[in-house]
């Protein structure tokens, strides 16, 4: 099984999935460190990607999953999945998939961001991110106020149900 914990910017993806693959004992891939130094330059800028500009991006994550699937390895992968069209590009040929949508206010992220140190993505790109937001609908969604661990605590517990190789 592949989980991919999408949501935008300052959600905590990143946080929830390495606590979730510590959790299962599975690999944790972080999209952030898929992203061309083209691309990392220009968020750094202040600039958001286009979807031409993602493109590669999201081919490289589904090579990742793909390798992963088919040998039987699961996965956590954080990454935005911002738009459908991107979530499709990720799960092409990719089995037994998993989106956890980490949502949250403007208000709350931006808070989050304003005082993240040391990442490229800064709050002047959040509203942009919210902008492309659409929200999935085959997802589990997953408010992001309590701490992550009652958010992994959650996610663990409500997964089970949909798939029986997670740990209770």
């Known amino acids: 099984m592949i989980i991919v914990v999408m949501g935008v910017s300052g959600v905590g993806k990143t946080t929830v999935g390495k606590i979730l693959s510590e959790q299962t004992g599975w690999p944790f891939y972080d999209a952030d460190e898929f992203h061309s130094p083209e691309n990392v330059a220009k968020m750094r800028g202040g600039v958001a990607l286009t979807d031409a500009d993602r493109r590669p991006w999201l081919d490289r994550l589904n090579a990742l999953l793909r390798e992963a699937g088919p040998s039987g390895r699961s996965a956590v992968l954080a990454c935005s999945a911002l738009k459908q069209r991107y979530r499709d590009r990720l799960a092409r040929d990719v089995k037994d998939i998993r989106w956890v949508y980490l949502d949250g206010s403007f208000a709350l992220i931006k808070a989050r961001l304003d005082v993240r140190k040391g990442h490229y993505m800064t709050a002047q790109l959040l509203q942009s991110q919210f902008d492309a937001l659409e929200p999935p609908v085959d997802a589990l969604r997953v ?26």
């Open 143 to 168: 408010d992001v106020g309590p701490d992550p661990a009652t958010i992994v605590r959650h996610i663990l517990e409500t997964l089970p149900a949909l798939h029986p190789r997670l740990p209770t």
